[in-house]
């Protein structure tokens, strides 16, 4: 799949694509509809079809300070959109440059002057433009006297309540897995490298994978049973404790995934781990043997939750 920077220039073979705009976070049941809907459109009629998505999120330009809140990150988002059929991925860098453009601004100049799009679909609550002053309906309205054609995609409803990254977000910060894997369409997952940590799970027979978590939403802090993508394909399943680890000292946040059965040497590469069940919190445990004896129990228990 192709990534296009919002400041690049636009390939000819990309040029007339149908666009499917919005933030994407997660990629969840009501994103999927969105894009799912663009692609139909350009394969209809022979078009290509672009997925563009925001980098920062507008929420950190505008409130910098907010607490890490992202389910995806650009490298995740690009799979699942090549996965959903995309032909490319267009990143907007959101800016000062972006944050004060005017809506009219954003459909003459960006989307029909510089991607040259033939048509644009959106969520029916997307907002865009100086003071969100531009909606799906002002995209109809507007992008019709430059030729751009616009489509709303109304909210997917779940369990009686819509689909939305902020109710993903509340499920994962409550250890709600399951209802976070139903709205995502897959389990919430953290990509990263792994590095070097002090080492000792691997004295305790519990060597761990050790992962920074960087910008992601923290889940609830505790045990997780989880699974591993390799950076071959494989997959492999565990129990990983994410958290401060409150039994050392100095504490330190770190996603630290155990995998079954599996000794290879991982350090410098990029895995993926997926958190499939809510264990327990973290706890402080008095010396190695408690601390080894919960971490066994753990274990169990995550083996027989993954099958």
């Not at 004896?293 to 939750?305: E, M, N, P, T, V």
Request: proline share 6%; hydrophobic share 45%.
């Amino acid at each position: 799949m192709i990534r296009l920077g919002s400041l690049d220039p636009v390939p000819e073979a990309l040029r007339g694509a149908i666009i499917a705009l919005g933030n994407f976070d997660g990629f969840h049941l009501g994103h999927q509809a969105v894009v799912g809907e663009a692609i139909r459109w350009a394969r209809a009629e022979g078009r290509p079809a672009i997925v563009a998505t925001f980098d920062p999120h507008p929420v950190r330009y505008f409130a910098p300070n907010a607490a890490p809140f992202r389910l995806t990150t650009l490298d995740q988002r690009q799979d699942l959109f090549a996965a959903a059929g995309a032909d490319a991925m267009l990143v907007i860098h959101f800016g000062a440059e972006v944050a004060g453009l005017a809506a009219s601004a954003w459909i003459e100049q960006g989307l029909v002057g510089h991607l040259g799009a033939a048509g644009v679909v959106t969520g029916d609550d997307f907002t865009f433009g100086k003071g969100r002053s531009g909606n799906p309906q002002v995209l109809v309205e507007q992008g019709a006297k430059f030729g751009l054609r616009a489509k709303a995609v109304g909210a997917v409803t779940l369990e009686g309540e819509a689909v939305s990254s902020s109710r993903i977000r509340h499920a994962l910060q409550s250890g709600d897995c399951e209802t976070a894997t139903r709205l995502l369409t897959r389990p919430f997952a953290i990509r990263g490298v792994v590095q070097h940590g002090d080492k000792v799970g691997r004295t305790i027979n519990f060597p761990t994978a050790n992962l920074d978590i960087g910008a992601y939403l923290r889940p609830r802090y505790g045990i997780y049973a989880v699974t591993g993508r390799l950076p071959d394909g494989r997959t492999v399943k565990g129990a990983a404790n994410i958290g401060i680890r409150p039994t050392f000292d100095p504490p330190k946040e770190l996603l630290e995934p155990h995998f079954f059965d599996f000794s290879e040497d991982l350090y410098g590469q990029e895995i993926e781990v997926a958190f499939h069940h809510f264990l327990r919190p973290e706890a402080k445990y008095e010396g190695l043997d408690a601390l080894v004896a919960q971490i066994a129990r753990d274990c169990d228990q995550a083996r027989a939750l993954l099958g």
